[in-house]
């Protein structure tokens, strides 16, 4: 069965500084993994999503992920954080085997410092 | 488009009771989800419809039930809540193929007192 950790439960960073979340993945087959982010009280939105081709994907709000199988990583980047990053981050791996069901990471909650 | 809506927003339960959480999409997506949230353990999957007319057990189905409607429509019911079902519960579409990401909704605070 498929899982996603993610060892950091907190990150604080400080505003204008770079951010670096890890997500690490099993899965048996090529993956297809997903960051999502979710702001205090509120559902979760997609970041980013790799199903294939250029390892290194763009996303929105200036967020990048590098997807390497060698390290079965799918490590998400920004390289200057603004306030508003302050949320909840979790990493996804999803199983088109059975109706495309997605398997979390427990979440890296990130604190951004003034 | 509202997207995925949820109902209620909030619900506190006594133990023992029963209650149905409501979810609809209006993405015309072909499949539903729906997850629980706590603490440190990310989204757990309850049950899922890939297909309208068609509902699976995701990994934690224990203590409740679906119903999918309509194309449109995915139920949640509890039939007896306890307090270990105090959780958050987000309702998610999808197109149902492998590359494309789920949308959720808002979520439902529940607590079982």
């Known amino acids: 069965a498929q899982s996603v950790t993610q060892p950091d439960i907190h990150i604080t960073v400080s505003e204008g500084a770079s951010l670096e979340l890890r997500c690490n993945y099993s899965?048996?087959?090529?993956?297809?993994l997903f960051w999502y982010v979710q702001s205090p009280g509120q559902g979760l939105q997609l970041l980013l999503k790799?199903?294939?081709?250029?390892?290194l994907v763009q996303g929105i709000k200036g967020f990048e992920a590098e997807f390497k199988r060698s390290q079965s990583s799918f490590n998400l980047r920004k390289p200057s954080v603004h306030w508003s990053d302050a949320a909840e981050y979790f990493c996804?791996?999803?199983?088109?085997?059975?109706?495309?069901?997605?398997?979390f990471g427990g979440g890296t909650r990130v604190l951004v410092k003034p | 488009n509202a997207g995925v809506t949820q109902t209620p927003k909030f619900q506190v339960l006594k133990t023992g009771q029963s209650m149905t959480l409501q979810c609809a999409q209006d993405?015309?997506?072909?499949?539903m989800y729906w997850y629980r949230q706590d603490p440190g353990m990310g989204l757990r999957l309850i049950y899922y419809?890939?297909?309208?007319?068609?509902?699976d057990k995701g990994e934690v189905p224990n203590g409740y039930n679906v119903s999918r409607l309509n194309k449109r429509e995915f139920s949640l019911r509890l039939e007896s809540a306890a307090p270990s079902q105090t959780s958050v519960y987000f309702c998610?579409?999808?197109?149902?193929?492998?590359?494309?990401?789920?949308?959720f909704g808002p979520g439902t605070r529940l607590t079982v007192l």
């Open positions: 993405m015309n997506h072909n499949s």
């Open positions: 419809s890939a297909s309208e007319g068609t509902t």
């Open positions: 996804a791996v999803g199983d088109y085997a059975a109706g495309n069901k997605l398997t």
């Open positions: 790799y199903f294939s081709g250029d390892t």
């Open positions: 899965y048996g087959a090529t993956p297809y």
């Open positions: 998610a579409s999808g197109a149902g193929v492998s590359y494309n990401e789920q949308f």
